[in-house]
């Protein structure tokens, strides 16, 4: 089994910062991908939104509303991501959740997906 767990939430002003971190622990054989979704109350559907991603080939995206704004990395030997936030603003306030697919030690080629349970980000003054 693998578990995602996220940290680093919590309450700050707009233009501040945070860094989110996810721990992968578990049977994991290599992290093929991690991504950071967040869910937000305004959202159409109230759906997760993809934030940021970065591949095992190192190649990361953005969305719009994160882009210029947010840094995602990794650590790879440690299986460990970041999400690093700056310029933060109100409509950045939601649940982020940390999302991989992994390859683990017991699937051969196919990557399985997993979700953490989320951090809370709340920017308000």
């Known amino acids: 089994q693998v578990q995602l767990v996220e940290s680093g939430g919590g309450l700050v002003q707009p233009g501040g910062s945070l860094r989110l971190s996810c721990t992968a622990s578990?049977?994991?054989?290599?992290?093929?991908?991690m991504n950071w979704y967040r869910q937000r109350p305004q959202a159409p559907g109230n759906k997760r939104e993809l934030?940021?991603?970065?591949?095992?080939?190192?190649?990361?995206y953005y969305d719009d509303s994160g882009r210029g704004r947010f840094v995602i990395s990794t650590e790879i030997a440690k299986n460990m991501g970041y999400l690093q936030m700056n310029s933060l603003k109100p409509d950045d306030t939601a649940v982020y959740y940390c999302?991989?697919?992994?390859?683990?030690?017991?699937?051969?080629?196919?990557?399985?997906?997993?979700w953490g349970r989320g951090t809370q980000v709340t920017v308000s003054s």
């Open positions: 999302n991989a697919d992994i390859y683990t030690l017991t699937t051969e080629s196919r990557a399985l997906n997993y």
């Open positions: 578990g049977n994991i054989r290599e992290i093929k991908a």
């Open positions: 934030v940021a991603a970065i591949f095992n080939n190192g190649g990361t």
